[in-house]
């Protein structure tokens, strides 16, 4: 059974940097095949960061330059890393895994089997 467990998240100033976690079980961060989603109040499930099934990185415009995604096989852990974060980054953020091609690209949530708890985020000047 695959289990993501998401960490990291907290209260941030603007400009500030934070490093989101993403902890598999059952799930080997080798396949790539992994993403990150934000979601507001209201809002729909936003894909960010993505690793392909080649391990090509996919970045959402709205982030580009300021969020990084990463793996680290030791501890079979996603990553992301997020700068110069701003008001507008507010959301909760979740790890996907297990991709499947849907043709939408790999920033779509339906293209995706596996998910995490969240954690939250909050920018504030």
């Known amino acids: 059974q695959v289990q993501l467990a998401e960490s990291g998240g907290g209260s941030v100033q603007v400009g500030g940097s934070v490093r989101l976690s993403c902890a598999a079980i059952?799930?080997?961060?080798?396949?790539?095949?992994m993403a990150w989603f934000r979601q507001g109040p209201g809002k729909e499930r936003e894909g960010v960061a993505a690793?392909?099934?080649?391990?090509?990185?996919h970045y959402a415009d709205s982030v580009k330059g300021r969020l990084s995604i990463s793996t680290e096989d030791a501890k079979n852990t996603l990553y992301l890393q997020m700068k110069s974060l701003e008001p507008e980054d507010t959301d909760m953020y979740f790890c996907?895994?297990?991709?499947?091609?849907?043709?939408?690209?790999?920033?779509?949530?339906?293209?995706?089997?596996?998910w995490g708890q969240g954690t939250q985020v909050s920018v504030s000047s």
């Open positions: 059952g799930y080997s961060v080798r396949r790539w095949c």
């Open positions: 996907a895994a297990d991709c499947s091609d849907g043709g939408t690209g790999f920033l779509d949530a339906t293209n995706y089997s596996k």
């Open positions: 690793l392909d099934w080649f391990g090509d990185r």
